[in-house]
């Protein structure tokens, strides 16, 4: 049967709901479920200087590694002062060492036409960079991180109510359907049979005429 435009429209709401509900849960994953299993740390891009590849507004997750693993090339995560909280994400762009033989890291900004004034130490290196999400970055900042955790569970479980009664209404339009479809085939049938038995009562009449005749013609002996 070929669909109304309002099932078209329906079925267009129905994708277009669950899209919603599987960039929720997978912003929600990616943005904090998995930094948590994985022990890493969510971060947002605040300017310009890892252009273009992580531009402002991007989520980057980085994960604590052993500094003797990194090598130039690494995008690092790191405290601007060692204990500080501000920290800067930038790119591995050379490795040395201090007067005391200690290891160090000189980085710069993808976008940045120098090095940073200062090396880094191991010590400041918070993590390396695991994996980074476009635009995430502007929701995590918009949302202040004293309900933060708050926002994590109302939006998960509104996103488990939503996608349960995607569930449900998705399994009512079934059944309706179902039912539709059950009463037009016996509608149909129906038809069917009163249209099949109507040529047979024509005929019925037909040879109770002709038998009329008979039985009212004499008969005639020679």
């Known amino acids: 049967m070929p669909r109304t435009f309002k099932q078209f429209m329906t079925a267009g709401a129905h994708g277009v709901a669950w899209l919603v509900v599987i960039f929720g849960i997978a912003a929600l994953a990616f943005g904090v479920v998995v930094p948590r299993i994985g022990g890493a740390t969510p971060y947002t891009v605040l300017t310009g200087s890892m252009k ?10 980085s ?10 090339g690494d995008v ?35 976008n940045n036409s120098i090095a940073d004034a200062k090396p880094v130490q191991p010590q400041q290196i918070r993590g390396k960079l695991w ?23 109302v939006i998960a479980g509104a996103l488990a109510l939503f996608a349960a009664w995607q569930i449900f209404a998705s399994g009512h339009d079934k059944k309706e359907k179902a039912r539709v479809e059950r009463e037009a085939a016996e509608a149909a049938q129906a038809a ?31």
Request: aromatic share 6%; proline share 8%; hydrophobic share 35%.
């Open 192 to 222: 069917e049979a009163a249209a099949a038995s109507q040529p047979r009562g024509r005929h019925s009449l037909m040879e109770s005429a002709v038998s009329v005749v008979r039985h009212s013609t004499p008969e005639y002996s020679i």
């Open 63 to 72: 994960k604590p590694i052993d500094t003797g693993d990194l090598k130039i």
């Open 131 to 153: 994996y980074a999400i476009p635009l995430l970055g502007r929701v995590s900042v918009a949302i202040h991180s004293n309900t933060r955790e708050l926002m994590v569970y």
């Open 76 to 110: 690092v995560t790191y405290q601007l002062e060692s204990g500080k909280p501000e920290v800067v994400t930038h790119r591995i762009v050379g490795m040395g060492f201090t007067v005391a033989g200690d290891p160090q890291f000189i980085t710069q900004g993808d």
């Open 52 to 61: 273009p590849h992580y531009p402002p507004g991007t989520l980057i997750v």
